[in-house]
């Protein structure tokens, strides 16, 4: 732990403390994007590491942890809108006295996430409390806010300090940014098939039955989210060299978790959690050091 300088001010000491709070929540919570975050740069890994510890701490309110503790269901739909309030109060005055919420605030307010990109974020955790299945229309708004508006929150803070780019960049950037985070969220619906069914009793796929998934869906799904990390790949270039390394490195671990379930037959996939080994990580982690970017598929 890094000591305080004496001459540290009150706020600068409580920024201090609550971004040490959302690493240790993204230490215990994520192994795999722990390992592609220490590749970033110290002053965007923290921006990264607020975003998404916020992120985690919404997740765990609908995800069952309010449950589990007794929290009745109309309770824990109001612990989600005071989390989504207070967070909207402290991106506009700098404080929070919830340290993850004033950690994401500070990073907000230093990188230009906009309450427009937040919003749809709470509005996709509000629907895992309020459905169990989903329309085309409802499956395309559940992913755009929880997970291509977090891709948006991520580039704020990889591009915050680069050099300005053209409007023709920005757009690849936010495109690759936004299909990246869809491909990321529809992975990890199809890892944890069984879980969202069984513990959670969510659907996420429309028209898909989960004890009944065949390979011929399973592939359907597979090439869909090979066609976002394409597209995601196509934007890595235009990053700077350290948030580049790191991206590419997320993006060579879900590819290779995609190549896994590929692999695995439906039957199983219902039923098992699929993961990348640790020597495949850190193959993959490697590579993204050196350099390596992912193919356009």
Known sequence: ???????????????????????????????????????????TRGHIRNVYALVRLADEVVDGVAAAAGVPA???????????????????TGYSTNLVVHAFATTARAVGIERGIVTPFFTSMRMDLQRATHTDAS???????????????CLRAFTAE?????????????????RLGAAFQKVNFLRDLAADSDGLGRAYFPGV???RLDESTKDRLLDDI???LAAAAAALPLLEPGPRRAVALAHGLFAELAVRIRATPAETLRTTRIRVPDPAKARLAALAVAGRLPRRR
Not at 139 to 153: K, P
Not at 162 to 178: F, H, I, M, V
């Open 74 to 92: 109309d309770r824990i739909a109001a612990a989600l809108d005071d989390l989504e309030s207070s967070t909207y109060e402290a991106m506009g």
């Open 139 to 153: 499956f395309a708004e559940y992913v755009d806010g929880s997970a291509e508006v977090v891709g948006l929150m």
């Open 209 to 211: 039955d989960v004890t």
């Open 1 to 43: 732990m890094e000591p305080v300088p004496v001459s540290a001010g009150p706020l600068e000491r409580y920024d201090r403390a609550a971004a040490r709070s959302s690493a240790v929540v993204i230490g215990e919570y994520s192994t795999s994007f722990g390992l592609a975050v220490r590749l970033l740069p110290p002053r």
């Open 226 to 228: 090979d066609a976002d």
């Open 162 to 178: 680069g050099p300005p780019r053209s409007p023709e960049q920005l757009a690849t950037l936010e495109t690759g940014a936004r």
